[in-house]
């Protein structure tokens, strides 16, 4: 299993959106996705960049985009793996020991009860 060092939530956000796609994509792509943000050029190539970097993410070919080619994108891991890794690395095998150390800790205590269907 990989380790996963530390990711930003503006690289967390760029990964979702590749999961999202669940295809390899190019920056047009990616970028037409990213509705709740407005990266500029330069900030989508830094942050694709540190993924590529920490392995997050890797080249995955070239595709025709008008009249030139851009390098397309896919994602290393699944949303899944990506949970799953880092819940191990926090000392949490599944999710059955997490719920129990939240329970433990107190932090469940704090939800609001569920509440029925007809409320």
């Known amino acids: 299993m990989k380790t996963?060092?530390?990711i930003t939530p503006c690289e967390l956000e760029l990964?979702?959106?590749l999961w999202q796609i669940g295809a390899p994509a190019c920056r047009s792509e990616i970028l037409e996705r990213a509705e709740s943000v407005s990266w500029k050029p330069n900030s989508f190539y830094i942050l694709i960049g540190s993924l590529l970097e920490k392995g997050?993410?890797?080249a995955a070919g070239f595709a025709r985009s008008g009249k030139?080619?851009?390098r397309l994108y896919a994602p290393t891991l699944t949303l899944?793996?990506?949970y799953c890794n880092l819940f191990s690395t926090i000392g949490v095998p599944d999710l059955?020991?997490?719920s129990r150390q939240m329970q433990e800790r107190?932090?469940?205590a704090?939800?609001?009860e569920k509440r029925g269907a007809a409320e």
């Open 80 to 82: 899944e793996e990506y």
């Open 56 to 58: 997050f993410v890797c």
């Open 96 to 98: 059955a020991s997490l």
């Open 110 to 112: 704090n939800l609001p």
């Open 106 to 108: 107190g932090l469940l």
């Open 68 to 70: 030139v080619y851009g």
């Open 15 to 17: 990964l979702a959106i």
């Open 4 to 6: 996963v060092p530390n």
